[in-house]
């Protein structure tokens, strides 16, 4: 068993951001992260909307945090969170080799990516069907694939696609785009990027790999067949929650929290994407993590 002061869960912009404060303010803080450090913003090319920080890449972006972050010296374990109890004035989260203990915890572990549900994703999967473009856009180079979405994330995706694809089909279930005007602007100047409007994945086929995906016009009811060889699913993400009970989620299962990052439970912070917040940005998980670690450092000295 292993005490500190306060554990933080997820090792992306909110939690590094929140160990940064944390061990600034004088307490011994420990992140737990299950995957890689550096969340969703690895999988982003390019950061342009970070105060001060003209262009840098997600991958970049996410290590120079982490550099930052055991600098100051938090310890950043990678350790699936499998358990953890949140009452009491001790806290006790769980991973498979080891028992954390403090009287402050982060909840700082983000969102999954949400899957389409149709027919072929999961046979497909990792064979043709991929969530993040950045890492395995490479391998469709002057090949036709499909992105499916229309927020920030697919767009960027599509536009990242296009300088190495043939054709980038991208597919989205309205008429109109959810993601940054500005990024709206260039998807639709880019000559390969064909857009398919108020249209929805009915199914993906192929053999050992993707052949085909099947579109169908959600206002004529018209089915179109594909011809792609990877299908890239960029439809925003889902909070995974239900195991930090009993803090309290609303009725999409994010963490019910206001700008103080205060949950329903004493000790008990949130950050970042995980909670219910007006935006979702880098700038506003990092703003999160400061937040959070400030009123844990607050929460123990009372
Ligand atoms: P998002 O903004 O929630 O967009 C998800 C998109 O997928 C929406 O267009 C949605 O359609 C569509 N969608 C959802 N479920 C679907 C389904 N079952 N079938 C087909 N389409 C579906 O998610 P995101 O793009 O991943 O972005 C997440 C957050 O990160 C956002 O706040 C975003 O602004 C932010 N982000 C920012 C940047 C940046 O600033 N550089 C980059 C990436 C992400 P509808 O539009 O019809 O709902």
Redo the contacts with the bound molecule.
């Keep these: 068993m292993k005490e500190f002061d306060t554990i933080i869960i997820g090792a992306g912009t909110a939690g590094l951001t929140a160990a940064i404060y944390a061990q600034r303010a004088g307490l011994r803080c420990v992140v737990l992260e299950g995957t890689l450090y550096g969340g ?1 913003i690895t999988n ?1 090319p390019d ?3 970070y105060p001060a920080l003209e262009k840098v890449s997600g991958f970049d972006f996410a290590m120079s945090l982490y550099n930052q972050a055991t600098s100051f010296g938090a310890v950043v374990e990678m350790e699936e969170v499998t358990g953890v109890s949140l009452e009491g004035e001790t806290k006790t989260v769980k991973t498979p080799s080891e028992e954390y203990q403090a009287k402050t915890v982060i909840l700082a572990n983000g969102a999954k990516r ?1 899957k ?2 149709v027919p072929g994703e999961e046979e497909f999967s990792g064979k043709g069907v991929s969530y993040c473009a950045t890492c395995d856009g490479a391998f469709y180079r002057g090949r036709d694939v499909a992105i ?7 767009l ?1 995706d599509a536009l990242y696609l296009a300088d190495n694809c043939k054709t980038v089909h991208l597919v ?3 008429d109109s ?4 005007q500005v ?1 709206v602007d260039s998807v639709l100047r880019r000559e390969n990027i064909v857009v398919h409007y108020d249209s ?2 009915q199914s993906i086929l192929g053999d050992t790999q993707v052949k085909t995906v099947v579109l169908e016009n959600k206002k004529t009811g018209e089915t179109q067949d594909l011809a792609v060889d990877g299908v890239f699913v ?4 889902v909070p995974d929650n239900a195991m930090f009970a009993p803090v309290q989620l609303d009725e999409t299962g994010y963490i019910v929290a206001q700008e103080d990052c205060k949950t329903n439970v004493p000790g008990v912070f949130v950050a970042g ?1 995980t909670r219910t917040k007006f ?4 700038v506003t998980a990092a703003a999160d993590g400061a937040v959070a670690a400030t009123q844990a450092a607050n929460f123990l000295r009372i």
């Design positions: 969703q982003t950061v342009e909307n949400r389409l549900g499916v979405g229309g927020g920030n994330t697919a960027e989205h279930r309205r785009f959810r993601a940054s990024v929805a994945v960029a439809v925003g993400m994407d935006l979702r940005q880098l």
